[in-house]
Nanobody
Framework: QVQLVESGGGLVQPGGSLRLSCAASGRTLSGYGMGWFRQAPGKEREFVAGITSSGIVTIYADSVKGRFTISRDNPKNTVYLQMNNLKPEDTAVYYC????????????????WGRGTQVTVSS
C-alpha cells in the first residue's frame, strides 16, 4: 500500500506561481509513472501532467503546456508540479496519483491517489 499526500496549494493572483508537492509513504514511487490531475467544481477530473519512472519523459495537457512543469525526486519519494503564469481557469483541487498500466491521460490507469490540494487563482 502507498499513501500519497499533496501540499503546496493555496490562493494566488493571476500570473502568479505555486509549487505542488506529492510525498509518498509506505511504498517507493521508483519504478512507477506518476501523474497530476485536477478537478474543478462540477467538472470531471482531468489529466494535467505525467512523468515516467525515470523522470526522462514528461507529458502535459495542452491547457498547461509551457506553464506547468512536472518533476520527481526518487530518493525523496516526491513528485512536484511547478505552476507558473496561473490563470483563473486553473482553479481546482489538484491530485497526484501513481500509475499502473494504461495511458497516462486516463484516470483509470492510476491505482493510488492522494486526497488533493486546493489551488485558487483569483484577484
Amino acid at each position: 500500500q502507498v499513501q500519497l499526500v499533496e501540499s503546496g496549494g493555496g490562493l494566488v493572483q493571476p500570473g502568479g506561481s505555486l509549487r505542488l508537492s506529492c510525498a509518498a509513504s509506505g511504498r517507493t514511487l521508483s519504478g512507477y509513472g506518476m501523474g497530476w490531475f485536477r478537478q474543478a467544481p462540477g467538472k470531471e477530473r482531468e489529466f494535467v501532467a505525467g512523468i515516467t519512472s525515470s523522470g526522462i519523459v514528461t507529458i502535459y495537457a495542452d491547457s498547461v503546456k509551457g506553464r506547468f512543469t512536472i518533476s520527481r525526486d526518487n530518493p525523496k519519494n516526491t513528485v512536484y508540479l511547478q505552476m507558473n503564469n496561473l490563470k483563473p481557469e486553473d482553479t481546482a483541487v489538484y491530485y497526484c496519483a501513481r500509475k499502473g498500466s494504461g495511458s497516462y491521460y486516463d484516470k483509470d490507469s492510476y491505482a493510488y491517489w492522494g486526497r488533493g490540494t486546493q489551488v485558487t487563482v483569483s484577484s
